[in-house]
């Protein structure tokens, strides 16, 4: 059975528009094919002290409850209720969600009795790892009366634990699913005991931006790991911030506020509590606060002086020659990032973009982009890259994004050396007693297994003043297939940094060879690394001394350059060789343009480095 739980025009229903997919979204449990009745039990019988009801596959009767919320669309309506008779243990919730299929005719306020079979339904499905959602499924409802109150749960800084998760039981793969519920002692116990139960937040602060899907998240911890602009920044895997939550609408999409980070959502919000696979534990709100608005704003950083070298690297997110983000992104390259020397740029798409047609080339989505920036009031920029082969480097099926360097050279002048091809590896060499590549642009290792169905990493040799720059641009794997931090699972599987570790083990050794054959060389590797500057995949990066994310030269409170399900989080870095970070001349700056906007252009903030070589 698939169905989502999101808005009808919620990222699971675009998908199914744009692409015939057969990708299931999520599971129901087995049913018997006699279910045993359970007759005259309650709300808090049917959730249990676990996150699986101790009643899955019972057919149950003379459930009462009064009606919390309802859910009129999408394909997974149907209603939540409440009882008022809430038993004494604060592990079982006293909610859930009644699975109706058609639209619901209940209103919030009805007194209902249910009779219905007991589900688990795994959000996303089984393969997901996602936490179960108890629910009543093929239901019969009668409405007893109505105009009813409707209960509430407060939840606030004080009733949400500082600890997010238990260990998983390693005797069932690390699950948390049988575990007893501990909503003292864990965040992630606290909101499964509240699974179905109407639930009230106050005026809370925004920690990721309204986004197209009419969600939010806000965080009832203000203090947690707050970033200097009002986020809540993703300190390590086991500092996972409590104080998340997501928030959508259980009205209309259109009334939903356009919020960015460090907004206030004021007053109430209230609703019920479900779980989705598109964040876990969400608050549907029936009632929305009122947005008052932070008044943050897009950063610019400092122009580089005449005898710094400005480095730069910005996703752009899949540009081609038909997006309407081309004059965006130039006035971002000219105003926000004062037009560095050199740009990284990651997600290049070919000249006609996701049309599968074996196109390759990007000159005209260069092209174009280069007179926005021109348009803009900047240099006239000129670029290198290499043109991958068809479909062999990920992304978005017919896109063939790629890595390319954007220079200005009015100050610094790129080394043309030939022989650089999509499938030609780039080597070092000597020359003039210090080291110099094979070919200019290059691709590093193109032929390793590391970079199957992922863009291979591109070299540059540049010339800044008579000083020779090595520079290494970047897009390493996505995350995708990785569970989320509510999943069932504790600690979560990482399984997508697999490659990106064998990834920075080849980039790490590239650099080595460089610094063999000149140990003060000055060598830049940056890009999307798609993972965290504590991360293994940036140790192996920084391996033997070799180079050193220059992000952590920031204070810890401005190191991130991404927002994902309130997180403020590293994914983008530019890491430095010891010649560098050992003139202790260097300037970092991560210039929050794009993560905190509900209008970004872009889903990651750019970053700039200036130095003297």
Not at 38 to 54: E, F, K
Not at 119 to 134: D, F, M
Not at 221 to 234: I, L
Not at 409 to 426: C, E, I, N
Request: proline share 6%; charged share 20%; with cysteine.
């Amino acid at each position: 059975m698939s169905r989502s739980t999101s808005h009808p025009f919620s990222r699971s229903r675009l998908a199914a528009l744009a692409v015939a997919c057969a990708a299931v979204s999520g599971t129901l449990a087995t049913v018997p094919a006699h279910p045993a009745a359970a007759a005259d039990v309650a709300i808090h019988d049917i959730q249990g002290a676990t996150r699986i009801s101790p009643l899955t596959g019972q057919q149950v009767t003379g459930v009462t409850g009064v009606v919390t919320g309802v859910r009129t669309y999408g394909s997974s309506r149907g209603f939540w209720f409440q009882d008022t008779r809430p038993d004494n243990d604060p592990a079982t919730s006293e909610g859930v969600f009644v699975f109706t299929s058609s639209t619901p005719t209940v209103r919030a306020g009805d007194a209902v009795t249910v009779s219905g079979t007991v589900t688990e339904y795994v959000p996303g499905g089984a393969s997901s790892g996602n936490q179960s959602l108890t629910e009543l499924t093929k239901p019969t409802v009668t409405v007893n009366s109505s105009g009813n109150p409707v209960p509430v749960t407060t939840i606030s800084d004080k009733s949400v634990p500082a600890a997010y998760t238990p260990q998983g039981d390693p005797a069932a793969n690390g699950s948390i699913n049988k575990l007893p519920l501990r909503p003292k002692a864990y965040a992630l116990d606290y909101y499964e005991s509240l699974e179905g139960q109407n639930v009230r937040i106050g005026s809370s602060r925004v920690v990721t931006a309204s986004d197209a899907y009419a969600e939010l998240w806000v965080t009832v911890k203000p203090h947690e790991n707050r970033t200097r602009r009002g986020g809540t920044r993703y300190a390590s895997y086991d500092d996972q911030n409590a104080g998340r939550l997501q928030i959508q609408s259980l009205g209309a999409v259109a009334d939903f506020p356009a919020a960015d980070v460090g907004d206030v959502i004021g007053g109430t919000t209230e609703g019920p509590l479900d779980f989705n696979q598109y964040g876990g534990y969400t608050l549907v709100a029936r009632e929305l606060g009122t947005l008052r608005a932070s008044g943050v704003e897009r950063e610019t950083t400092r122009a580089q002086k005449s005898g710094e070298l400005a480095v730069a690297t910005y996703n752009v997110e899949n540009l081609d020659p038909t997006d309407a983000t081309f004059d965006a992104h130039a006035a971002a390259i000219v105003g926000n990032l004062r037009s560095p020397d050199i740009v990284s740029l990651e997600e290049i798409q070919d000249n006609n973009g996701a049309k599968n047609d074996g196109t390759v080339a990007a000159d005209a989505t260069m092209g174009k982009l280069i007179d926005a920036i021109v348009a803009a009031g900047g240099p006239r920029y000129d670029w290198r890259s290499i043109d991958p082969e068809n479909n062999k480097d990920g992304g978005e099926p017919g896109g063939n994004i790629r890595q390319v360097f954007l220079f200005n050279p009015d100050r610094v002048s790129f080394t043309d050396r030939p022989g650089g091809d999509a499938t030609t590896a780039v080597g070092v060499t000597t020359e003039k007693g210090g080291a110099a590549l094979t070919a200019s642009p290059g691709r590093v290792a193109p032929a390793d297994a590391a970079w199957s169905n992922s863009r291979k990493p591109l070299a540059g040799e540049f010339t800044f003043r008579g000083k020779r720059v090595f520079v290494i641009a970047n897009h390493f794997a996505s995350k995708g297939g990785d569970q989320a931090l509510t999943s069932q699972y504790q600690p979560p599987t990482r399984s997508s940094e697999t490659q990106r570790h064998a990834q920075a083990t080849v980039v790490n050794d590239f650099v080595k060879d460089i610094l063999k054959a000149q140990s003060d060389a000055d060598v830049i590797t940056l890009g999307d690394i798609n993972d965290f500057e504590f991360s293994g995949t940036a140790q192996r990066l920084e391996a033997g001394g070799a180079l050193w994310s220059a992000i952590k030269s920031l204070p810890k409170q401005e190191r991130y350059t991404y927002d994902y399900q309130g997180n403020s989080q590293v994914l983008d870095q530019i890491l430095i060789s010891p010649s560098i970070r050992a003139k202790d001349a260097f300037a970092y700056d991560s210039v929050h343009i794009n993560s905190e906007f509900h209008d970004q252009i872009s889903d990651h903030d750019p970053q700039v480095l200036r130095f003297r070589p």
